[in-house]
């Protein structure tokens, strides 16, 4: 991608269809959004299309009178690596769309095709050119102003240092164990090795353990055969096999339950699973990152987490410094959150004016980048002017105060510990004002726990959102 290709009235996109209609409807759209389009009506003009110049993005059907769009993914991969396809077709099926992200693909559409659909896979286009800086151009601290790769800004030192340590583990084919703080950006550092690794062509899959409700999880892992369990009525391939050739990410690892351990202990090892319901191996080559916001040496300390699997998985570990560590980066992220607003909104970048940069700088950010992204997409959303400045800050500025309300007393000693627990938890709960996720940050738990804990005590979960 070359360097001009930064916003979208510079950004060309090829629509490849063998229907007049669906060409000029995808193209109105295209140049709606301000994109320059041309189209082609088959594999083969499309190839020529390519012989002339480069594009941005290509939407191609999959199934043409003259070839198919795999055939075009694989010439385009070839010859302009860094060109994004989205591949439509009429006839979805899931070992089609396996095939097509194990190929390359951005992302893979089925028809009819909606507005909002093909909006939001061109959003996330738009993004990935935005940040597609290549590994090379990544300069040193005496060179950069600002470094955004995979999603990743910053400019400061610990964060050059986590990511050089991070390209260096990247060309290596070991699993990688990230522990780092809630919201610092696991996932994103996760797709920074990938995409500088050389399965960067190949899938990244994420599944988040702590999201998946534990009766689910082996399936969404493994996959499982039709008539595997009650309720499993078609076949699915799971996560595993999606990543073949790739990355897969274990977010929150840390929340996969100890029955499952063994288990992903053995793929680890061997490489090899078979599905729910099947007896046949299936074998895969995939990268595994796993992520934690706990410390999962204290976890098989406290017997929580296999000590075998924790071995397994700790080949190369990192870590991504806290927001609070790295406060020089917050202005660069405050702009990054603005145009990315604005390019999402189709509006003017606004102003962040030096009054509010320096409120932004004065508070520490326990939340990390996560809560410096949501409190941005506040204050933008809330005030859509040409600038950004203190008071608008002060409107919109809710921190976490941790002493904010008063605690009840807790019950004279002999109170069974759950009644304790209990009293903790609701204690907790009421000086987050409710918020779940900022409770399990202040107690040390992940959010499932927090979702666990507040159902077996009976308490209403809607008073806690």
Same mark, same amino acid.
């Given at each position: 991608?070359?360097?001009?290709?930064?916003?979208?009235?510079?950004?060309?996109?090829?629509?490849?269809?063998?229907?007049?209609?669906?060409?000029?409807? &995808?193209?109105?759209?295209?140049?709606?959004?301000?994109?320059?389009?041309?189209?082609?009506?088959?594999?083969?003009?499309?190839?020529?299309?390519?012989?002339?110049?480069?594009f941005d993005l290509v939407v191609s059907d999959v199934r043409m009178k003259d070839g198919d769009g795999f055939e075009l993914l694989c010439s385009v991969q070839k010859d302009s690596p860094s060109t994004a396809v989205i591949l439509l077709t009429a006839f979805g099926s899931v070992p089609e769309a396996v095939e097509s992200m194990r190929s390359g693909a951005f992302d893979y559409l089925t028809k009819p095709v909606s507005f909002e659909q093909l909006q939001a896979a061109v959003v996330r286009v738009m993004q990935r050119i935005k940040e597609s800086t290549p590994c090379d151009e990544i300069p040193d601290k005496a060179q950069a102003s600002r470094i955004v790769n995979a999603g990743i800004v910053g400019r400061s030192p610990l964060l050059l240092k986590a990511l050089q340590r991070a390209r260096a583990a990247a060309s290596t084919g070991a699993d990688i164990l990230i522990e780092a703080e809630s919201g610092t950006g696991k996932e994103l550092m996760a797709k920074f090795i990938h995409q500088n690794s050389d399965r960067s062509r190949k899938p990244f899959v994420a599944v988040n353990c702590a999201a998946v409700p534990e009766q689910l999880l082996e399936s969404e892992l493994f996959g499982h055969a039709k008539g595997a369990f009650t309720g499993a009525s078609a076949a699915k391939i799971g996560k595993f096999e999606l990543a073949d050739g790739g990355t897969l990410l274990l977010d929150e690892i840390g929340e996969m339950p100890l029955n499952l351990q063994p288990k992903l202990l053995r793929i680890l090892q061997e490489r090899e699973f078979e599905r729910l319901g099947e007896t046949a191996p299936i074998h895969v080559d995939i990268r595994v990152i796993a992520t934690t916001n706990a410390s999962l040496g204290s976890m098989?300390?406290?017997?929580?987490?296999?000590?075998?699997?924790?071995?397994? &998985?700790?080949?190369?570990?990192?870590?991504?410094?806290g927001l609070r560590d790295r406060t020089d980066d917050i202005p660069l992220l405050a702009q990054?959150?603005?145009?990315?607003?604005?390019?999402?909104?189709?509006?003017?970048?606004?102003?962040?004016?030096?009054?509010?940069i320096e409120k932004l700088l004065?508070?520490?950010?326990?939340?990390?980048?996560?809560?410096?992204?949501?409190?941005?997409?506040?204050?933008?959303?809330?005030?859509?002017?040409?600038?950004?400045?203190?008071?608008?800050?002060?409107?919109?500025?809710?921190?976490?105060?941790?002493?904010?309300?008063?605690?009840?007393?807790?019950?004279?000693a002999g109170t069974p510990i759950s009644v304790l627990e209990k009293m903790h938890l609701q204690?907790?709960?009421?000086?987050?004002?409710?918020?779940?996720?900022?409770?399990?940050?202040?107690?040390?738990?992940?959010l499932r726990t927090m979702r666990n804990k507040i159902k077996e005590y009976g308490l209403p979960p809607r008073s806690y959102a």
């Open positions: 991608m070359n360097s001009s290709s930064r916003n979208v009235s510079n950004s060309t996109v090829l629509v490849v269809d063998d229907e007049p209609g669906m060409r000029t409807a &995808l193209s109105a759209n295209f140049v709606r959004c301000g994109w320059r389009v041309e189209t082609a009506s088959g594999v083969r003009d499309a190839t020529e299309a390519f012989g002339l110049k480069s098989v300390e406290q017997g929580r987490f296999r000590s075998d699997l924790y071995y397994r &998985l700790n080949v190369i570990p990192l870590s991504i410094p990054h959150f603005a145009e990315r607003f604005a390019l999402e909104k189709e509006c003017t970048v606004p102003v962040l004016d030096p009054s509010f004065s508070y520490s950010w326990p939340g990390n980048i996560r809560e410096l992204s949501n409190f941005m997409c506040r204050v933008l959303a809330l005030h859509q002017g040409v600038k950004i400045d203190a008071a608008c800050f002060r409107e919109e500025f809710r921190p976490l105060r941790i002493a904010s309300a008063p605690l009840p007393k807790m019950p004279l204690n907790t709960l009421t000086l987050a004002h409710g918020n779940r996720t900022h409770a399990a940050l202040m107690l040390g738990i992940s």
